[in-house]
């Protein structure tokens, strides 16, 4: 089983940055990517970006390109999302999440990954 925790939410004023983290622990990962998703109040939760397990290319949602970048450090098993230039509709619970290798590849979509992490709050405010 493989066990993703995520850590570094927190509050920061618009325009801001934040980085968080995703450590991934448990047997070996064997999957596509490891992917950020997030989920504001009253909204379904939306894709933010992954990062492909290797060869570490990455992937983002428009609303983030370009302010958001996506990062991985192998010696750790832990891949980061750091997010500048923050706005107000950032704000939400922020998961990062693993898929089983299955299928094509990396994918976009919430129903393809297996293993979530508890997530993390990130509040941004003017």
Avoid: H
């Amino acid at each position: 089983q493989v066990q993703l925790v995520e850590s570094g939410g927190g509050l920061v004023q618009a325009g801001g940055s934040l980085r968080l983290s995703c450590a991934v622990s448990g047997r070996a990962f064997s999957g596509y990517a490891i992917a950020w998703f997030r989920q504001a109040p009253g909204k379904e939760r939306e894709f933010v970006g992954f990062m492909r397990w290797s060869g570490g290319s990455t992937d983002y949602a428009d609303s983030v390109k370009g302010r958001f970048t996506i990062s991985g450090e192998n010696a750790k098993n832990t891949v980061y999302l750091q997010m500048n230039n923050l706005k107000l509709e950032d704000t939400a619970v922020y998961y990062c999440a693993g898929d089983r290798g299955m299928g094509w590849g990396p994918s976009r979509t919430e129903s393809d990954y297996d293993y979530w992490g508890q997530g993390t709050q990130v509040t941004v405010s003017s």
